[in-house]
């Protein structure tokens, strides 16, 4: 059983992953034992991150490498930066990401239409630019979505439109880059980490009374480690029938 969760000798690339989820998805697949380079624009968290794999002595070994994920030039510097450290590129997850602004489509400035669409949606076709030529037989892309993509959210129609692209990306890569690569991608519910936190202006008082309004079925909010668990299966020999698919983890059906 453990074969078909062990990433041995695999090489991946996590972008966002400093904190929340991105950490959690990074320190998960070292785990299982894949060499991870950390990707994010603040080398601080990412080198806290690295360090934390390292210091475990549990699975694969971590680097740290700053990246703008808007920029098709910083991303292409990180996928030769996972092939020159560890000799090959198996999996690439784009969890960077995000929009700390809420505004009705009307008044929203078009900088921030612009920038949402670069570090959500953009980001994605730079990653594939970036990592394919890179790519060994049965690679992996796990993209990071939300269930913003599938519903409508007030405030929200610019990172709502530039999800449904991720998820669109995502059905469309699967077909181009079959057999060798599979790509799929989640779409989390409320995870509460501090960036969700901060974006909806939120402190921990508040997820009580938000528990009780979504009634979810599963009882709690989500972690950061649901999330990598399903990533793990997505890029694991486990899930080698499973490409081109946007799936919901949200706790509730």
Same mark, same amino acid.
Request: aromatic share 6%.
């Given at each position: 059983?453990?074969?078909?969760?062990?990433?041995?000798?695999?090489?991946?690339?996590?972008?966002?992953?400093?904190?929340?989820?991105?950490?959690?998805?990074?320190?998960?697949?070292?785990?299982?034992?894949?060499?991870?380079?950390?990707?994010?624009?603040?080398?601080?968290?990412?080198?806290?991150?690295?360090?934390?794999?390292?210091?475990?002595?549990?699975?694969?070994?971590?680097?740290?490498?700053?990246?703008?994920?808007?920029?098709?030039?910083?991303?292409?510097?990180?996928?030769?930066? =996972?092939?020159?450290?560890?000799?090959?590129?198996?999996?690439?997850?784009?969890? =960077?990401?995000?929009?700390?602004?809420?505004?009705? $489509?009307?008044?929203?400035?078009?900088?921030?239409?612009?920038?949402?669409?670069?570090?959500?949606?953009?980001?994605?076709?730079?990653?594939?630019?970036?990592?394919?030529?890179?790519?060994?037989?049965?690679?992996?892309?796990?993209?990071?979505?939300?269930?913003?993509?599938?519903?409508?959210?007030?405030?929200?129609?610019?990172?709502?439109?530039?999800?449904?692209?991720?998820?669109? $990306?995502?059905?469309?890569?699967?077909?181009?880059?079959?057999?060798?690569?599979?790509?799929?991608?989640?779409?989390?519910?409320?995870?509460?980490?501090?960036?969700?936190?901060?974006?909806?202006?939120?402190?921990?008082?508040?997820?009580?009374?938000?528990?009780?309004?979504?009634?979810?079925?599963?009882?709690? $909010?989500?972690?950061?480690?649901?999330?990598?668990?399903?990533? $793990?299966?997505?890029?694991?020999?486990?899930?080698?029938?499973?490409?081109?698919?946007?799936?919901?983890?949200?706790?509730?059906?």
């Amino acid at each position: 059983m453990s074969a078909l969760f062990d990433l041995t000798g695999k090489t991946a690339v996590v972008t966002g992953a400093g904190r929340g989820i991105g950490e959690g998805i990074a320190t998960t697949l070292a785990e299982a034992g894949a060499n991870i380079v950390c990707a994010a624009r603040s080398t601080d968290q990412i080198e806290h991150t690295a360090n934390v794999i390292n210091a475990s002595n549990t699975g694969g070994r971590a680097i740290f490498h700053q990246t703008d994920v808007s920029s098709p030039e910083d991303m292409k510097a990180l996928a030769q930066r =996972a092939v020159d450290e560890f000799g090959s590129l198996d999996i690439w997850v784009n969890n =960077a990401g995000g929009s700390l602004v809420s505004c009705p $489509l009307a008044e929203l400035d078009p900088a921030e239409w612009d920038k949402t669409i670069a570090v959500n949606l953009s980001s994605i076709f730079y990653s594939v630019q970036a990592a394919v030529p890179h790519f060994t037989d049965k690679s992996a892309m796990v993209n990071i979505s939300s269930l913003a993509g599938l519903e409508p959210f007030a405030g929200s129609a610019h990172y709502s439109a530039a999800k449904a692209g991720v998820n669109m $990306l995502t059905k469309t890569l699967g077909i181009e880059l079959g057999p060798k690569t599979r790509v799929n991608t989640i779409m989390p519910g409320f995870v509460p980490t501090d960036t969700v936190k901060k974006a909806l202006s939120m402190s921990d008082e508040d997820f009580g009374p938000l528990l009780e309004q979504l009634q979810l079925p599963a009882g709690r $909010l989500g972690t950061p480690q649901d999330i990598a668990a399903l990533v $793990l299966y997505m890029v694991a020999p486990s899930s080698e029938w499973l490409t081109g698919q946007a799936v919901a983890l949200s706790g509730k059906p």
